[in-house]
Structure formats: structure tokens, C-alpha cells
């Protein structure tokens, strides 16, 4: 079971309304979890970073696989986009692709 002084290191666990109590759940297995949700990066903010704002009307490939990436994707900022690779991540919640009439 958990003691009180496991209780900061839970706390700063991203995902919210566990309940500690449980015993069915060992601490080992809420470590592991927490290094997943660290590790999930928001693919919007990646691509962002990756692409700034003055830049995006040019880019015809975005290569964005293996980034360990989930959530909502919007790329209407890239009109001349041809090629979009975004394999092999976590899980895209909705992806925006108006004004990408160029993707083959």
C-alpha cells in the first residue's frame, strides 16, 4: 500500500482522479504509466515547434513519425503540403487537412 511519503511522487502524476486507495493498483505499474504520460508529447505544440509560422506556407513534406505523438493535428497552414508521414505514434485524436489539396 502506499505510505504518506509516496504521496508527493503521485501527485505529480499527469493523469488526474486516481484513486490511491485502490490496492489492486502496486506502485511499480503508477511509475510506469506516469513515464508513458511523460513521455506523450502534444503533436500540435511538436509540429509548432517544429515548423514555424512564417515557414509553414512552403513545406510540402512533414515527417513527424516516431515521436511518440498524440492528440489534435491541424495543418490547414500548409496549402503546398505533398507528403505527410506520422507513423508509428500514440494516438492523432483528429486531423486537419482543409487546404491541403496537394497531399498524394
Sequence with gaps: MFGSSDLPEI???PIKNL???NKNMNYKKLVE???IM??????????ENKY???FRKDVIKIDISN???SGYL???EFP???????????LLTHLDLRNCNNLK
Design 74 to 76: 491541424d495543418l490547414r
Design 67 to 69: 515521436q511518440n505523438l
Design 52 to 54: 514555424p509560422p512564417f
Design 11 to 13: 501527485e505529480k502524476n
Design 80 to 90: 503546398k503540403l505533398e507528403v505527410l508521414n506520422c507513423a508509428n505514434n500514440q
Design 33 to 35: 504509466i506516469n513515464k
Design 38 to 47: 511523460q513521455d506523450i508529447q502534444d503533436v500540435q505544440k511538436y509540429t
Design 19 to 21: 484513486n490511491l486507495q
